[in-house]
């Protein structure tokens, strides 16, 4: 599908920020984080009204009572405002109250009837959408939550990346898998990309390296959860930070051009790029013959009929390889990744061999 997206905001040589707490708990509690982050000059002050939990008994959002206090939020303090909609009610509600751009979670972005009720409720409507990346690293699902709302008519759209779930030990929340964001981005190379480092985190602590990461990976800004008290948030209480803070951590900010029309810089990436260009290649071959022995390995197991998986030496390649790897400056997870998946291709090459029919 050719899209074609119009900006949320116009282009800036600051970072587009939003932020606010992760639920609105009460009037006083909004009113204190708004008027302070108003002060900031941020883009968007967020916060959620309808929270969608795991398990029942958990904080769900005060509801549509929390609308009436963006709504004065907006008058007292000029900010545009925005919150994430789950279903079609939350959209007509929300848009009654004058919120000024809706946003997709997770827990909605993974679901494709969810994705579509909006998308009809928003039709026709003249109104800007965030669509935050399904909980799994499911990139057709994510460009289908995009698609289900160009198809309404809707051009004002943006992403947040707020990481993916992980199951195992992880420094973070939600790992981030920057590839698949960035690949996103190769596919619709105009929309608006927003990080939301306060999900990937879930700790204070990492919330600033998030968001230069972010910025060195060019993304269009970052989302972060700001509140009054963070230890007494009522939600997410770990990763919401102070006003203060949050600017301390927007000032501390390196912001990366795109492009640069410097002479040296110019001739020298080139040059490196060529190597890169070159070492490819070469990867490519090393494969190729890696595959070729795996495929001769195949005709031993099979004329001798032995399984493909051996697990003790599999364990054995694990080991070796990640001991040779850390010494070569590489890291644990890229290696673990990188060998999982030749790994595969050589039990794949391995199975064509063993259920091959001899003539």
């Known amino acids: 599908m050719n899209m074609q997206f119009e900006p949320i905001a116009p282009k800036s040589k600051r970072p587009f920020i939003i932020a606010g707490p992760c639920s609105a708990e009460t009037e006083g509690q909004v009113m204190a984080t708004a008027k302070a982050l108003a002060e900031q000059n941020i883009d968007l002050f967020r916060a959620g009204i309808w929270k969608p939990r795991t398990r029942p008994g958990s904080f769900e959002g005060v509801g549509k009572e929390g609308l009436s206090w963006l709504k004065r939020v907006k008058e007292e303090t000029g900010l545009k405002v925005t919150t994430e909609v789950a279903k079609a009610d939350h959209v007509y509600e929300a848009l009654k109250y004058g919120i000024d751009v809706l946003w997709l979670g997770a827990r909605t972005t993974v679901n494709p009837f969810s994705v579509q009720e909006i998308a009809d409720a ?28 160009y198809k309404a008519g809707i051009t004002k759209i943006g992403v947040i990346h707020r990481g993916f779930s992980f199951h195992g030990e992880t420094k973070f929340r939600n790992v981030p898998r920057w590839q698949l964001a960035i690949e996103l981005k190769r596919n619709f ?45 009522w939600s997410d209480a770990a990763q919401q930070i102070t006003p203060d803070t949050f600017r301390d951590l927007v000032s501390s900010l390196v912001l990366r051009q795109e492009n640069s029309d410097d002479v040296e810089y110019l001739a020298h990436i080139d040059d490196l790029r060529q190597k890169i260009d070159e070492i490819d290649d070469d990867l490519l071959k090393l494969l190729g013959s890696r595959m070729k022995v795996s495929e001769k390995i195949g005709e031993y197991k099979k004329r001798n009929n032995i399984a493909i998986l051996q697990t003790s030496r599999w364990n054995e390649i694990l080991d070796q390889v990640m001991v040779k790897a850390n010494a070569e400056g590489l890291s644990e997870g890229f290696v673990n990744t990188f060998l999982r998946a030749i790994h595969q291709e050589s039990i794949d090459h391995q199975e064509k061999v063993m259920n091959s029919q001899e003539a």
């Open 189 to 233: 190379p105009d929309l608006m990309m927003i990080c939301d480092n306060s999900h990937i985190c879930g700790r204070r602590d990492l919330l600033q390296e998030v968001a230069q990461e972010a910025m060195d990976l060019n993304y269009d800004g970052i989302m972060t959860e700001v509140h009054p008290r963070p230890d007494e948030a």
């Open 122 to 149: 928003v039709s026709g409507m003249d109104i800007p959408v965030l669509i935050k990346n399904p909980i799994n690293p499911d990139l057709p699902l994510w460009m289908g939550a995009i698609e289900r709302i």
